[in-house]
């Protein structure tokens, strides 16, 4: 039998001398931002591509409701002292079986990435024929980092994650 020798050192001698040898301790990973939903539905207005926005005021988010959302009324009150509203429209799909939700926010190197969950059908998954206009708006803290979207497809039966 081999012994084995064991060495206990205090915690703060072992800091020290990774300290003085020069390693850098980082912060954890932050994490994604939380999402308020503020609206999720595939009945936006018609004859819109594809788009996204950062709506920083109250009047970006009126005029945002009306002509991309195609609602009527004002839109829920969101505090753009503390939050902005990120949105996006998807360009319309053939059927029933495509959405698209914000499926997270989270931090990168180069600032904030938005991922985008858009559901497509599925390998003869059975549709409703209906022509829709799937649009999603989430309200964020405010932020000030540049922001840039990645949309993922996600083939039917595996639903855009809901929040």
């Known amino acids: 039998m081999i012994p084995v020798m064991r060495f206990y ?12 040898s020069g390693c850098a301790f980082s912060e954890p990973a932050p994490t994604e931002l939380a ?6 539905d595939r009945r936006g207005c018609p004859g819109r591509t594809r788009g ?3 709506l920083r005021d109250a009047g970006m988010l009126e005029r945002w409701w009306t002509q991309v959302a195609c609602r009527t009324g004002s839109p ?3 505090d ?21 939700r914000i499926a997270s ?12 969950w858009r559901r497509v059908p599925g ?5 409703t024929m209906a ?20 949309w993922q497809d996600v083939p039917g039966g595996e639903a855009p994650p809901s929040r």
């Open 35 to 40: 999402l308020e939903p503020l609206v999720h």
């Open 123 to 127: 390998p003869g998954e059975s549709c």
């Open 80 to 100: 753009f002292d503390a939050n902005v509203v990120v949105a996006i429209q998807d360009r319309p799909g053939p059927n029933g079986c495509y959405d698209a």
């Open 76 to 78: 829920p009150v969101v």
């Open 9 to 20: 050192l205090p915690c703060t001698l072992v800091l020290l001398a990774l300290t003085a």
């Open 105 to 116: 926010i989270a931090p990168t190197p180069s600032g904030l990435e938005a991922r985008v």
């Open 52 to 54: 996204t926005a950062v």
């Open 131 to 150: 022509l829709v206009y799937p649009i999603d708006a989430v309200v964020v803290p405010r932020f000030t980092e540049t922001l840039t979207f990645t």
